[in-house]
């Protein structure tokens, strides 16, 4: 049966959704959290049947606490690695056919790969503001 836990945080600004799941899921692989956004309280849910203990509380609160805020970079990121198929397709359609341009120089230039591709998008909205 799950163990549910509530924590409350003190912080100014609204975590980043996909930054403060990673962080948890790094202590318990298991983990889920509710937060409302503008809401002081989360609730954090384990599959394990134990109780949580004084260090696990310790450490989801300073996770909780100390989160990156989330940012129009964060969510663009997290937006560009959940595509759906028609626009992966529609990028990596484009990069065919500049490989094929790559391919037909005088001194051919090795393809793009497709992760290369798409961890370039991903890079590129790390360095964007809004």
Do not use: C
């Not at 663009?76 to 759906?84: N, S, Y």
């Not at 790969?113 to 370039?120: C, E, S, W, Y």
């Amino acid at each position: 049966m799950p163990s549910y836990h509530e924590f409350t945080s003190a912080r100014t600004t609204e975590p980043d959704a996909g930054s403060l799941l990673t962080l948890l899921r790094a202590t318990d692989a298991t983990i889920g959290v509710r937060h409302v956004g503008g809401s002081a309280v989360y609730v954090v849910k384990r599959s394990l049947d134990s109780d949580w203990t004084v260090t696990e509380i310790a450490a989801a609160q300073t996770i909780i606490d100390t989160a990156p805020a989330r940012t129009p970079s964060l969510v663009a990121q997290e937006h560009i690695k959940a595509w759906p198929i028609e626009q992966r397709a529609l990028v990596l359609a484009l990069i065919d056919q500049l490989n094929a341009v790559r391919a037909a120089l005088p001194t051919p230039l090795a393809p793009i790969t497709p992760a290369q591709v798409l961890t370039a998008v991903v890079n590129k909205a790390k360095t964007l503001n809004s």
